[in-house]
């Protein structure tokens, strides 16, 4: 993602530019065949870093600077489907996804 803008109210706008994973853990998956019909992955207590810059500027102020995002707790299940024909080249196909998580950190470091 190179960069998004959040509108709130006509002087308002927020952006964040360069947002880059900088971690990710997986400490728990599994993977396991589904007979007949495809693939079940299983990812618990993951967790994901994300740094970025950010912009922020107001009629009454501006600032910027850099921020990171940390979410923790992540459990993700997804099943694929892999039909068995010989019709063609294989394919694979995402047919349900569920994903939750727990925590939340964000830190905005600002220079003004």
Known sequence: IKSF???????FSFSCSRIHVTA???????????PGSGIKLVIGNASLTIGMNWN?????????????????????TAVFSTPLDNA????????????????VDIKLNGRT
């Open 56 to 76: 922020i500027r107001t009629w009454m102020f501006k600032d910027s600077g850099r921020g990171t995002v940390h979410i923790s707790q992540v459990f993700v």
């Open 24 to 34: 990710v853990e997986l400490p728990s998956g599994s993977i396991s065949l589904l």
């Open 88 to 103: 063609g080249p294989m394919s694979i196909s995402l047919t349900s996804c569920q994903t939750t998580s727990g925590d």
């Open 5 to 11: 803008f959040f509108y709130l109210f006509s002087p």
